[in-house]
């Protein structure tokens, strides 16, 4: 019979986490816990208070918002080893968008108000969430402004001259 | 057969007749034309042709259709100023003149034995579709296909029927990422350069064929290099303003090279220095 998984085991394999220390990532699996969502369930709702984060482990979750005319918009899709939410490392620790489960998801839910309370008291795990994150705000940032720029454009590869 | 180009005068156009017409999408439409006496219509994938309407003026437009049939052309067309507006209301049985083929083919010989990664952007999968027929139709003759398609939303994918039916050939891996989308949508959001990091590839095993509009073809490499491919392996299909198509106007000038005969499709390493420098 196979060696249950903990959620530590889940952490160091995952990319996101990788080069972490161990004894932080015992510290950061102190404030894990696996969860399930069916589809159409929301992991992170836009406007409540940001206390939490999730690594993906199986299935496909969408950042969206509503919009009362079009109704859910959807901005980003995650999947297996993607982490979603950043708002809880950041005041006002208020979520900006929805994640929601597209498929059956299984993901680990990482308290963020407790993993705050640790990265204050160990700058060095601070640093280290932190910098793991702000990578991943950039990489979300200049996703989101070559999205702005609309690259596919009007300006077409067949109609060379715009005549 | 003999072949539609006038070796004489390469600057005249010859008739063809428009046998069908097919929307893809809002403003862009699908034109099949024959020639009026029935000549050979060759093209190699990459190769462009100029469309003549009359009364109206001459655009250069790629093929879009199969490489291998000779007896028509196909060319998907957006409406974005007056002689495409002319060509996108064309009827069947209206004249259209062409001259062509011109410029520099996808590199089929090079990327033999090799996995080929197709990148488009928007209209930019269509000058890529004869492509991807002629890689399904050599399968034996290459390595994986992945084809990563990026268009602004589900509204706006081309060739939307003939995407789903190559995802299922066992050559081939079909990827599509649009900007934004409803929920119903179950494909990728985001940019195309995305999709880059959720390819699995091979670098030193990979040639890599792009084409999009020129700032999405710039980002896209960039993705591509972040993933160790050489330059020497990455194609790129470059648009210019051309007109007469045979390397003499030089309206189509960029740096050393005339998109019109030295392109549209040129090897990275020729014209990565440009993708640098600004207003070329």
Not at chain 1, 18 to 41: A, N, T, V
Not at chain 2, 149 to 172: H, N, V
Request: with cysteine; charged share 20%; glycine share 10%.
């Amino acid at each position: 019979m196979g060696k249950i998984k903990t959620i530590k085991d889940y952490l160091s394999e995952s990319s996101f986490f990788e080069g972490m220390k161990d004894d932080h990532l015992e510290l950061l699996s102190g404030c894990g816990g696996i969860q399930h969502f069916k589809p159409g369930d929301f992991l992170i709702k836009e406007g409540e208070e940001a206390n939490s984060f999730y690594l993906i482990l199986r299935g496909e979750i969408a950042v969206e918002s509503y919009a009362p005319a079009s109704g859910p918009i959807m901005l980003s899709r995650s999947g297996p080893g993607e982490v979603t939410g950043y708002s809880w490392l950041f005041p006002p620790h208020r979520n900006q968008f929805d994640s929601r489960a597209l498929t059956k998801v299984d993901a680990i839910h990482l308290d963020g108000k407790c993993l705050r309370g640790k990265a204050d008291n160990d700058y060095e795990l601070g640093y280290h969430l932190m910098k793991r994150f702000a990578q991943l705000v950039l990489q979300r940032m200049h996703n989101t402004h070559r999205q702005m720029l609309n690259v596919y454009g009007t300006e077409q590869q067949v109609d060379t001259s715009g005549q | 057969m003999t072949p539609a180009v006038n070796k004489k005068n390469p600057m005249l156009p010859f008739p063809c007749r428009v046998i069908e017409t097919r929307e893809e999408i809002s403003g862009c439409l699908s034109l099949v034309l024959r020639s009026e006496d029935n000549a050979e219509l060759s093209f190699m994938p990459g190769q462009f042709y100029m469309l003549y309407v009359f009364g109206h003026g001459e655009v250069p437009i790629s093929v879009s259709g199969f490489s291998s049939e000779t007896d028509r052309l196909v060319f998907t067309i957006m409406n974005v100023g007056s002689v495409t507006r002319a060509l996108c209301t064309v009827q069947v049985g209206d004249t259209v003149g062409i001259r062509g083929p011109f410029g520099s083919t996808w590199p089929l010989e090079q990327a033999k034995g090799r996995d080929v990664l197709i990148i488009a952007g928007g209209l930019g999968l269509a000058p890529l579709r004869p492509v991807i027929y002629h890689l399904i139709s050599h399968a034996d003759d290459y390595g994986d296909i992945t084809l990563l398609y990026g268009t602004r939303s589900t509204d706006t994918i081309l060739f939307q029927d003939e995407l789903a039916p190559w995802d299922k050939l066992d050559c081939m891996q079909v990827l599509v990422t649009v900007d934004s989308a409803g929920p119903d949508w179950t494909g990728h959001v985001g940019v195309v350069t995305e999709l880059i990091d959720k390819a699995v590839f091979n670098p030193s095993q990979t040639t890599a064929l792009t084409c999009g509009p020129e700032i999405m073809m710039r980002f896209t490499v960039h993705a591509l290099l972040d993933q160790s491919l050489k330059s020497s392996d990455i194609f790129v299909s470059m648009e210019r303003n051309m007109k007469c198509a045979l390397g003499i106007c030089g309206r189509c000038q960029y740096g050393p090279h005339f998109i019109c005969k030295d392109g549209p499709v040129l090897r990275l390493d020729q014209v990565d220095h440009l993708f640098k420098v600004r207003e070329v």
